[in-house]
């Protein structure tokens, strides 16, 4: 009965009669209480790890994962960045001494000596003691590597602005929506001048916001064709009232469309 | 009935001594919250393990809707957000597991840099941690660019053309991961989504059953 329950191999065992047997290591040596991984500690591992499920899910709920317009390789305006844990190393890029000439300083010496330091730790740091505070060189390049990271990532970030960002690359499904161009609305559409900034579908442009997808009411539309709104001036409309009507219809029948 | 089913597999493969290995060992008091609450710090490895997997199952139910393709990838991406059911919570834990598990994987390298817990006999195991870190950076910046958006494309683009530039191997690198040593597209997203979705997975599997063994091979580290 020396394995599982008195377990006999047909033929040529490939287990040795004498097979050392993996000991789990004994925690005598650390004084104190010790405690079964299995079951006790792992139900309050369970524990821990339901309470942190349950922040992460409220995360995932009250902020859906960001999605921008399909990616137009033809946006020159389009100002790249990386997410947010790249941040510093393509802030680091953007300093004299580590662009242009010096470019293998930013993108390999710098960072290759902080992550090759990383992964070296143990053999750079090869004393026997243990507490920060007996081991300073290696401490203090940890907190100096720490802060440059989060500097540098603060400095990557606080020329953007997010919520602008958000808003003017917010995702639209351009066949989603049928332009119904005979309509007469779509007439005072296009010879009002509205279409130039607004688009022949739409669908908005680089000094305006896509009429598509807006939940507004007729009035409201026809308030801000008249008087603007935003970035919009007052007077782009200047036709008849009746036009004024059509033109709210119109706009308001392309967002029922969907 | 469990109990026959386990002692017909016991007796064929003998798997009680594997069920010791993972599951019957003690926890010393020193790393346990529920003695000395500071031992919370002990908690952000496995909260990484517990992220991973969940990072890797809603990964699993992203590649049933997701289609790598530049016709078909962001469209994919915006039916699974606005029309599939729960598409956006799934979507969502996917989106934000990987910034969580950056975040998880930073506090734990710290824990163990500051505790002076890769020291001698556990080097090897810093190396392999660290080499996860790595892999984890890299699938973020591969499913970076999956969504198929533009600031997937934009970013990918710039994380290309710094490959690009690198001494000597620069041309290659960036061909390697483009598909091109120009282009930015068709071949890049398919090739992102293999490394994304098949190697570094792979290698990510690998590492952290290394992890793992090793961990309960020395045991944790003593108390400071």
């Given at each position: 009965?020396?394995?599982g329950?008195?377990?006999?191999?047909?033929g040529d065992?490939?287990?040795?009669?004498?097979?050392q047997k993996?000991?789990?290591?004994?925690y005598?040596e650390?004084?104190?209480k010790?405690?079964?991984f299995?079951?006790?500690?792992?139900?309050?591992?369970?524990?821990?790890g339901?309470?942190?499920?349950?922040?992460?899910?409220?995360?995932t709920?009250?902020?859906p994962?960001?999605?921008?317009?399909m990616?137009?390789?033809?946006?020159a305006?389009?100002?790249p960045l990386?997410?947010?844990?790249?941040?510093?190393?393509?802030?680091?890029?953007?300093?004299?001494?580590?662009?242009?000439p010096y470019?293998?300083?930013g993108?390999v010496?710098?960072p290759g000596?902080?992550f090759g330091?990383?992964f070296?730790?143990?053999?750079?740091?090869?004393?026997t003691?243990?507490?920060?505070?007996?081991?300073?060189?290696?401490?203090?390049l940890?907190?100096?590597?720490?802060?440059?990271?989060?500097?540098?990532?603060?400095?990557?970030a606080e020329?953007?602005?997010?919520e602008?960002?958000?808003?003017?690359?917010k995702p639209?499904?351009?066949e989603a929506?049928?332009?119904?161009?005979?309509?007469?609305g779509?007439?005072v559409?296009s010879s009002?001048?509205?279409?130039n900034?607004?688009?022949?579908?739409?669908?908005?442009?680089?000094?305006?916001?896509?009429?598509?997808?807006?939940?507004?009411?007729?009035e409201?539309?026809?308030d801000?064709?008249?008087?603007g709104?935003?970035?919009?001036?007052?007077?782009?409309?200047?036709?008849?009232?009746e036009?004024?009507?059509?033109?709210?219809?119109?706009i308001?029948?392309?967002?029922?469309?969907? | 009935?469990m109990q026959?089913?386990?002692d017909?597999?016991d007796?064929?493969?003998?798997i009680?001594?594997?069920w010791?290995d993972?599951?019957?060992?003690?926890?010393?008091?020193?790393?346990n919250p529920?003695?000395?609450?500071?031992?919370?710090?002990?908690?952000?490895?496995?909260?990484?393990?517990?992220?991973?997997?969940?990072?890797?199952?809603s990964?699993?139910f992203?590649t049933?809707?997701?289609?790598?393709?530049i016709e078909?990838?962001?469209?994919?991406?915006?039916?699974l957000?606005?029309?599939?059911?729960?598409?956006q919570?799934v979507?969502?834990?996917?989106?934000w597991g990987a910034?969580?598990?950056?975040?998880?994987?930073?506090?734990?390298?710290?824990?163990?840099?500051?505790?002076?817990?890769?020291k001698k006999?556990r080097?090897?195991?810093?190396?392999v941690?660290?080499?996860i870190?790595f892999?984890m950076?890299?699938?973020?910046l591969t499913?970076?660019?999956?969504p198929w958006?533009?600031?997937?494309y934009?970013?990918?683009?710039?994380t290309?053309?710094?490959?690009g530039?690198?001494?000597?191997?620069?041309?290659f690198?960036?061909?390697?991961l483009?598909g091109?040593?120009?282009?930015?597209g068709?071949?890049?997203?398919?090739?992102?989504f293999?490394?994304?979705?098949?190697?570094?997975?792979?290698?990510?599997?690998a590492?952290?059953?290394?992890?793992?063994i090793?961990?309960?091979?020395?045991?944790?580290?003593?108390?400071l």
């Amino acid at each position: 009965m020396k394995k599982g329950k008195g377990m006999q191999f047909v033929g040529d065992s490939r287990i040795t009669a004498n097979k050392q047997k993996f000991i789990p290591k004994d925690y005598s040596e650390y004084p104190g209480k010790t405690e079964a991984f299995w079951p006790n500690f792992l139900l309050k591992e369970w524990l821990v790890g339901a309470v942190f499920l349950v922040g992460f899910l409220s995360l995932t709920m009250a902020h859906p994962a960001p999605l921008e317009k399909m990616a137009d390789p033809t946006d020159a305006a389009y100002i790249p960045l990386p997410d947010w844990y790249f941040l510093f190393l393509y802030q680091l890029l953007k300093y004299q001494f580590a662009s242009g000439p010096y470019f293998i300083m930013g993108a390999v010496v710098i960072p290759g000596l902080a992550f090759g330091g990383l992964f070296l730790a143990p053999f750079l740091d090869n004393g026997t003691k243990r507490r920060p505070f007996h081991r300073p060189i290696a401490t203090s390049l940890m907190l100096l590597g720490l802060v440059s990271v989060i500097w540098l990532t603060w400095e990557a970030a606080e020329h953007v602005d997010w919520e602008v960002r958000a808003e003017q690359n917010k995702p639209v499904l351009e066949e989603a929506v049928e332009i119904d161009k005979e309509d007469p609305g779509y007439e005072v559409y296009s010879s009002q001048a509205c279409i130039n900034c607004h688009g022949d579908n739409l669908q908005g442009g680089a000094a305006a916001p896509s009429l598509i997808g807006i939940d507004r009411s007729a009035e409201e539309i026809m308030d801000i064709a008249k008087n603007g709104t935003g970035s919009m001036p007052a007077g782009q409309f200047e036709g008849s009232d009746e036009e004024l009507q059509q033109l709210a219809e119109f706009i308001v029948s392309a967002n029922k469309e969907e | 009935m469990m109990q026959k089913i386990y002692d017909w597999i016991d007796e064929r493969v003998d798997i009680t001594p594997l069920w010791r290995d993972i599951a019957d060992h003690e926890v010393p008091e020193h790393v346990n919250p529920a003695h000395h609450f500071s031992a919370f710090v002990y908690c952000f490895g496995g909260l990484t393990f517990f992220v991973t997997v969940i990072q890797i199952l809603s990964g699993m139910f992203l590649t049933m809707y997701y289609v790598p393709d530049i016709e078909n990838a962001w469209k994919s991406v915006y039916y699974l957000q606005t029309e599939v059911a729960h598409g956006q919570i799934v979507r969502g834990m996917h989106h934000w597991g990987a910034s969580v598990v950056i975040v998880m994987l930073f506090l734990h390298t710290l824990r163990v840099f500051f505790q002076g817990a890769y020291k001698k006999p556990r080097e090897l195991n810093w190396m392999v941690g660290v080499s996860i870190f790595f892999i984890m950076l890299a699938l973020g910046l591969t499913g970076y660019l999956l969504p198929w958006d533009n600031k997937a494309y934009f970013a990918t683009q710039v994380t290309l053309n710094i490959a690009g530039d690198l001494p000597y191997i620069g041309d290659f690198a960036k061909t390697l991961l483009a598909g091109d040593p120009e282009i930015v597209g068709a071949q890049t997203l398919t090739r992102f989504f293999a490394i994304h979705v098949f190697f570094l997975p792979a290698a990510l599997f690998a590492l952290m059953g290394a992890h793992f063994i090793l961990i309960r091979k020395q045991g944790i580290s003593g108390p400071l």
